[in-house]
């Protein structure tokens, strides 16, 4: 890794992922205005969608209400890090050892199973803070909504334990017009009345689509970033910043004959002579190896189409259409003007799998 480090330090990185806390700042104000009067749960698990956990939280801390991970261990990295903002633990913990390691790190977890509260009456000593999740139809976590009046009147019953807020996650929030949602947040408030505690439903979908959904808390994960979490709307149009730019550089140039093969499996070839560069990543930085004939990266301002196979550390670009490149010239595979969700959409899955499997290769660098 110190290599990775000292090179890039020369101006020799081959690979980075450039991290824009303006453009995440950006995002966080966008959420605040669209959600004026709910709190903000930033979700930062899964190395904050790739971006890096404690540059992302350490950016924003004073600008949201709380930080939810999806593990322990996240939550303990951030700890670890100095982060004293609340965090909470989404899909902790499912045994009674747990309980204390929560404690002692100041983790909030989410009850979603009876069995839980079994673990919280025997190990919960010292004071605590939870949330509660209800399965309103997703069928993933949750307890469900009649079970609620039983589970809250015993988790009342723990005296360590205080119940800060009522959650549930919606399951087709990115498609407007589902109706699913509505009938989804209809189970959450009749779960929910009769409580009076905090509650939560939004995801970043229904942050931007549904202010009937707010509530009290939001829980904004990849509209942080800059993704869309919306179908058929791109991050652009919804006044969201990509905050990830992943970039690589041009490591070689050649003319390419007309009918000659590109990569392996030589399942590319050329119709006409045409200029081919190599760019410096691959699937081993985690770039998709499915993806379909139309997707491009940007060379300069020009987009270049990918051609051939994705390679473990490279892969080959059609500059045709790019005069005077050179080897070192910089290749831009998502951010700026290429989303990660037009990448994400050529390689049938989305923007947030892509920023989530940039690996460790990749050095993420912060700029403002
Ligand atoms: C991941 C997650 C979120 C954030 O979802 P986005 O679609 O990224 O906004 C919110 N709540 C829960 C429970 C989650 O697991």
């Not at 801390?61 to 303990?76: L, Q």
Request: proline share 4%.
């Amino acid at each position: 890794m110190s290599a990775i480090v000292s090179a890039i330090n020369l101006g020799h990185w081959r690979t980075r992922a450039l991290i824009d806390l303006d453009a995440l700042r950006h995002n966080v104000d966008y959420v605040h205005r669209k959600a004026p009067n709910a709190k903000v749960m930033a979700v930062v698990k899964s190395n904050a969608y790739g971006h890096g956990a404690l540059e992302i939280a350490g950016a924003i801390t004073e600008r949201v209400d709380a930080f939810a991970v999806a593990t322990i261990d996240e939550g303990i990295e951030l700890r670890a890090a100095g982060i004293n903002q609340t965090i909470v633990v989404l899909s902790a913990f499912w045994n009674a050892e747990q309980v204390s390691v929560l404690n002692t790190f100041k983790l909030t977890p989410v009850i979603h199973h009876l069995e839980q509260i079994n673990w919280l009456e025997k190990e919960a000593k010292r004071p605590q803070s939870t949330w509660i999740k209800i399965n309103t139809g997703m069928n993933r976590l949750g307890l469900q909504p009649d079970e609620l009046v039983f589970a809250v009147s015993r988790v009342e019953a723990i005296p360590a334990i205080k119940i800060v807020g009522l959650m549930s996650h919606l399951a087709n929030a990115d498609d407007v017009e589902d109706p699913m949602t509505t009938g989804q947040s209809k189970v959450f408030q009749e779960a929910c009345c009769g409580f009076n505690y905090p509650r939560s439903l939004a995801n970043s979908a229904a942050i931007l689509s549904r202010s009937d959904m707010h509530f009290d808390w939001v829980r904004p994960g990849i509209m942080l970033y800059g993704g869309s979490p919306l179908l058929e709307q791109s991050a652009q149009s919804l006044n969201l910043q990509p905050v990830m730019r992943l970039e690589s550089r041009l490591i070689s140039l050649r003319m390419l004959e007309s009918g000659s093969a590109v990569g392996y499996g030589a399942l590319w070839r050329s119709h006409k002579t045409i200029r081919l560069g190599i760019a410096a990543i691959g699937y081993g930085d985690g770039y998709p190896i499915v993806i379909d004939p139309e997707t491009c990266a940007m060379v300069g301002e020009q987009r270049c189409r990918i051609v051939g196979r994705v390679s473990m550390d490279s892969l080959a670009l059609d500059l045709s259409e790019c005069k005077d490149t050179k080897v070192g010239d910089v290749v831009t595979l998502w951010g700026g003007r290429m989303s990660v969700d037009e990448v994400a959409g050529h390689a049938g899955t989305i923007g947030y799998e892509l920023l989530c499997r940039i690996t460790s290769r990749v050095p993420r660098l912060v700029v403002h």
